[in-house]
């Protein structure tokens, strides 16, 4: 981080990247984040950390996007990669480098997937982890922390009291700062979607895309990944509008956009079912809200019961149980198909974060128990 207080980005020489990077280079390269190695700030691959990252599916909700009036709508689905959430782009990347830079310990606050996912890395990499959550977070990321090696801390409020307390903590110990965007190579982990959803839409780009923001880096990445292949001569000059999709009970992201402000202001009171992106105010706001601007994007907000709603929609439509998060997204394209700001016929991407399995707290009906002796009425579908 600057000493200004404002992020720094990690910048390439791209005309040197080109003469490698290629759609018929890339192509020959094994299916997971690290084929974009020119790309990436790891100078040595010998300092890798790796759970054996693969490309994340590309899956058509046919079923779903009919009902929603959307002919060719997807989801990219980052439950399936290490530690159940698309966090492990940048663990992966930011603890690699981290290890090639000689850390032996940082400290990060958390909602839970990104302390979860640095954890492991960092464990893997012999890097010891100090991670603050709010007390309030998913009990299974509390879990995945502690069982992963990590030092973990509850704190009695938002992420964003965890960073005041990890800010103390990294200025007396002097402990390396992995919190989001006070280090730079978390976003070029994040930034590896990007280039993957480009490759598996065959080198085009959607009409639009939609993100669940909190602290907006998979946002941001995915902007920056874009960027880079246009100024490499690897990808068409037009921009997807991109969408940031924020809770009601915390959406600072929205206000300003509404407002047509350069970054946001701290919302007070956040909270949402959708824990994720319960981010009262984010480092890289600006970073967010420009991406939106110049791709002609926007920025919504959605409340709990639709989340709800949504996540149980997919599951019953499409087989598929995603986080909250994720359902966000699929509640934001059918209110913006109800707006018409999204056309029937338009190619548009949900961003799908984390495995619903993460979630046990999730409502659903009372079961009913049965006796060892007992039948059930099969009704057949058609």
């Given amino acids: 981080m600057c000493r200004c207080g404002s ?169 390396y700062d992995a919190s989001t965007l006070k280090e730079p190579y978390r976003i070029e982990g994040k930034k590896t979607l990007g280039f993957e959803l480009i490759e598996q839409f065959e080198w085009s780009v959607p009409d639009v895309i939609l993100y669940p923001t909190g602290g907006g880096v998979g946002l941001i990445g995915i902007y920056k990944a874009i960027r880079e292949l246009q100024a490499m001569g690897l990808l068409e000059e037009r921009l997807p509008r991109f969408v940031a999709v924020q809770a009601q009970g915390c959406a600072p992201i929205v206000r300003a956009f509404e407002a047509r402000q350069t970054e946001s202001t701290f919302w007070d009171g956040a909270h949402t079912v959708a824990f994720g992106i319960n981010v009262p105010k984010a480092l890289g706001d600006f970073l967010v809200l420009e991406a939106l601007y110049e791709s002609g994007g926007t920025a919504i907000a959605i409340d709990d019961e639709r989340i709800v709603a949504a996540q149980r929609r997919i599951g019953e439509r499409e087989g598929m149980f995603i986080c909250p998060e994720g359902a966000a997204t699929l509640a934001a394209a059918q209110e913006l198909r109800r707006r018409d700001w999204i056309a029937p016929h338009e190619r548009v991407l949900a961003i799908n974060t984390g495995t619903g399995l993460k979630y046990p707290d999730v409502k659903i009906p009372e079961l009913e128990l049965l006796q060892p002796d007992a039948t059930i009425r099969i009704e057949m579908r058609r």
């Fill in 7 to 175: 992020p720094l980005v990690a910048r390439y020489d791209l005309l040197a990247a080109a003469k490698t990077f290629t759609r018929a280079g890339l192509a020959a390269r094994e299916p997971s984040l690290w084929r974009y190695s020119e790309l990436l700030p790891l100078r040595d691959p010998a300092n890798r950390v790796s759970f054996g990252e693969q490309f994340t599916p590309l899956v058509p909700v046919r079923a779903l996007g009919k009902e929603l009036g959307l002919e060719r709508l997807f989801v990219k689905d980052e439950g399936l990669l290490p530690t159940g959430s698309f966090k492990a782009r940048g663990a992966a990347v930011g603890v690699s480098r981290a290890r090639e830079l000689g850390v032996d310990a940082f400290a990060m606050p958390t909602n839970g997937n990104a302390g979860g996912a640095w954890a492991a890395y960092g464990t893997r990499a012999g890097i010891d982890a100090y991670v603050v959550m709010p007390q309030s977070a998913p009990a299974i990321n509390k879990v995945e922390c502690v069982m992963t090696g990590a030092h973990v801390w509850l704190v009695d409020g938002l992420i964003s009291d965890a960073g005041k307390i990890v800010a103390k903590a990294v200025a007396e110990y002097g402990v």
